[in-house]
């Protein structure tokens, strides 16, 4: 199963997660697509909008576009991360990355017509009474030898504002904010119980003709009690198909 770090949580789940609880806001859902109408193939999935029984109508006020960071008619989202990169002292727009299978991570998102996060057949998604996602399960147990076959990996939601998103679950609780361009500007993490602190903070490097972003960079400060600071970066990288 896959690690749910993805928007941006840390180290502590499974083996897809990535480095940080913050991360793992977004990721844990972007990691676990495994539709029942997806064939599956090295990890990659095919799906067929037409197998969605919410592809027609009108988009409402809310779709999940901006929780996932994306705008306009979004059919797939494609994002790899890539967790060993090196950002140049004298300029930041030279980068190198290590793309040694090892230390990427592929997800999929999908979307029917009207916005909506398609869940694979193990995921369980609640809405509010305005469309919002407010809770996430995915029933497949984790990656052997990974607290085997007992914790399932579950996240709640709370939408502050339209700014704002919390996410509480699997031990860590972070906070979400975002830019009115549906971009995450940084996120929080509740210090651990070894007094660690960690947030993230993002650079958008390249972007699509529809405005979503297709490359970013994000900082990773971690600090625990009495310590320094320890500055860490990721390299994500976004295919977008639309409708």
């Known amino acids: 199963m896959c690690n749910f770090a993805a928007v941006y949580i840390i180290e502590s789940m499974k083996p897809n997660i990535y480095t940080t609880f913050i991360a793992a806001t977004l990721c844990v859902i972007s990691s676990s697509c495994d539709n029942e109408n997806q064939s599956v193939n090295n990890n990659e999935y095919v799906w067929d909008s037409s197998s969605s029984d919410q592809s027609t109508g009108e988009r409402g006020e809310y779709s999940d576009m901006k929780m996932f960071e994306l705008k306009g008619p979004v059919k797939e989202c494609r994002k790899e991360t890539f967790y060993d990169i090196t950002v140049a002292e004298e300029d930041n727009s030279k980068v190198t990355v290590d793309s040694a299978a ?5 997800s999929t998102l999908y979307f029917d017509k009207l916005g909506n996060y398609v869940p694979s057949a193990s995921e369980r998604v609640d809405r509010d009474d305005k469309g919002r996602i407010i809770y996430w399960r995915d029933s497949r147990p984790n990656a052997k030898g990974v ?6 990996d579950t996240l709640r939601y709370t939408h502050v504002n339209n700014n704002v998103l919390q996410s509480k679950g699997m031990g860590e609780f972070a906070v979400t904010v975002y830019d009115n361009d549906n971009r995450i500007i940084g996120q929080y ?3 651990d119980v070894n007094g660690t602190q960690m947030a993230a903070f993002n650079i958008y490097r390249t972007f699509d003709e529809r405005g ?3 490359e970013r960079i994000t900082v990773w400060t971690t600090q625990s009690a009495g310590g320094r600071p320890h500055v860490s970066y ?10």
Do not use: A, C, E
Not at 102 to 106: E, F, I, M, S, V
Not at 147 to 152: A, E, K, V
Not at 234 to 243: C, G, K
């Open 147 to 152: 607290d085997p076959g007992m914790l399932r």
């Open 212 to 214: 979503n972003w297709t």
């Open 189 to 191: 993490s509740n210090p």
């Open 102 to 106: 090892d230390k990427r991570h592929t």
């Open 234 to 243: 990721t390299l994500d990288s976004r295919q977008i198909s639309y409708y």
